[in-house]
């Protein structure tokens, strides 16, 4: 399905132009307009999905798939030194676009980009009450 309120589904579908680089049955996969680094490009999928939870299984599976296809290529035509594959679901996460993309990042070295995590110190007993929460008693 798409949406008609949605810029990612206009974008996808061709309906307002974009930098494409990749396009097949499924998705498009467009220059960010606000990039984080040279070829930081968005995997999109056609049909609407607002996010990874609402994302069907195989439109999973091949949107990785295809973010590998991408990653090789930014690898042999950028010459990039690393490359990170983000994903962000809800607004405490960073979402600001309400389609599921994946973010295909190719990295620089001293490119000036911060995302590294800030890392906590939890004691064997708060990991274990975590993952308890998460898969039960077992
Ligand atoms: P997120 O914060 O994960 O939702 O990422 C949204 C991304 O979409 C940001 O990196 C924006 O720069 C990018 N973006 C927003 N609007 C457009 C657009 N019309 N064309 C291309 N990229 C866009
Ligand atoms: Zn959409």
Redesign the pocket.
């Known amino acids: 399905m798409k949406r008609d309120d949605c810029?990612f589904c206009k974008?996808a579908n061709g309906q307002?132009p974009?930098k494409t680089l990749y396009e097949d049955a499924r998705f498009r996969v467009?220059?960010?307009?606000?990039?984080?680094t040279k070829g930081?490009a968005?995997i999109l999928p056609k049909e609407h999905a607002d996010n990874l939870f609402e994302l069907p299984d195989d439109t999973a599976g091949a949107a990785m798939q295809l973010a590998k296809k991408m990653a090789k290529t930014m690898w042999e035509k950028l010459h990039c030194d690393g490359l990170n594959l983000?994903?962000?679901n809800g607004a405490a996460a960073?979402?600001?676009?309400e389609h599921f993309?994946l973010?295909v990042i190719p990295r620089y070295l001293n490119d000036g980009q911060d995302l590294e995590l800030v890392h906590g110190e939890p004691s064997q007993e708060e990991l274990e009450a975590v993952r308890k929460e998460i898969v039960g008693s077992v």
């Open positions: 810029i974008i307002v974009s467009i220059l960010d307009l606000g990039p984080a930081h968005l983000m994903q962000n960073g979402q600001t676009v993309h973010h």
